[in-house]
């Protein structure tokens, strides 16, 4: 009976130390990977502002394009012309890097309660990305009728041909805003365009809180 007794402690403390073992792999895998996750974070978070800074000014850009009249829009200097053109037509997208995120959900949860959160906020913040991603892919088609009318507008400037769309746009005349503003079908497109980036922008400020909360959990990790 003593024997049996010890035969199954031993392969009980055989289990236990492979429990162990286990998890203390688990949590240097899972530590070295929310470390990864902070750099990629901060430097997301770092990109993002600056996309929603620069769709703030777009929209602003379009507001008052939207708003002017005619005379207003034929007194602007070329680099306002170049600069309101831009915002009509670019689209600003956020794509985050997200490569030590997915590693991370890969890996074998351990017994850590702070990586547990971790890993809560991670997966919080995928869905707010892949949401994101959702929203900006209906600026496609709003993008593309903006883009198309412009070439119409390029297609009267020497510049013809080059990428540049904005600068051709800008050197049909001074008089060119008055006629974009006059272009229903162009008109409508940007508000379009516009509104699709007034909820992309929303989101990313989703994006962006979800992103604060997960560098603030992984600094107390």
């Keep these: 009976m003593a024997e049996a007794v010890l035969i199954l402690g031993s392969i009980l403390v055989a289990f236990w130390i492979d429990a162990w073992w286990e998890n203390r792999q688990a949590l240097q895998l899972e530590s ?3 470390s990864e996750v902070l750099v990629e974070v901060d ?3 770092r990109r993002l502002e600056g996309i929603q800074s620069r769709t703030e000014l777009q929209l602003d850009a379009v507001d008052r394009f939207l708003r002017a009249a ?9 680099d306002t012309v170049r600069e309101w053109i831009g915002s009509i037509m670019r689209p600003s997208t956020f794509d985050a ?3 030590a995120a997915t590693v991370l959900a ?12 971790a890993r809560r906020l991670v997966s919080k913040l ?6 994101a991603e959702r929203v900006s892919g209906g600026m496609g088609d709003s993008y593309s009728t903006v883009r198309e009318q412009l070439a119409r507008y390029a297609s009267r400037s020497a510049l013809n041909g080059r990428a540049d769309v904005p600068s051709m746009v800008a050197q049909v005349g001074p008089d060119v805003l008055a006629q974009l503003r006059a272009d229903d079908e162009l008109v409508t497109a940007v508000i ?3 509104h699709v980036q007034s ?4 989101v990313l400020a989703g994006v962006a809180e979800a992103l604060r909360s997960l560098s603030v959990a992984l600094d107390e990790h």
């Design 126 to 131: 995928l869905s707010q990305l892949e949401r």
């Design 199 to 202: 909820v992309y922008q929303d």
């Design 70 to 78: 005619p005379d207003e829009l034929r007194s602007l200097a070329p």
């Design 192 to 194: 379009d365009k516009a």
């Design 106 to 117: 890969t890996l074998p949860v351990s017994s850590d309660p702070g990586s547990a959160e």
């Design 32 to 34: 070295d990977a929310l």
């Design 43 to 45: 430097e997301n978070l």
């Design 97 to 99: 890097d997200r490569a």
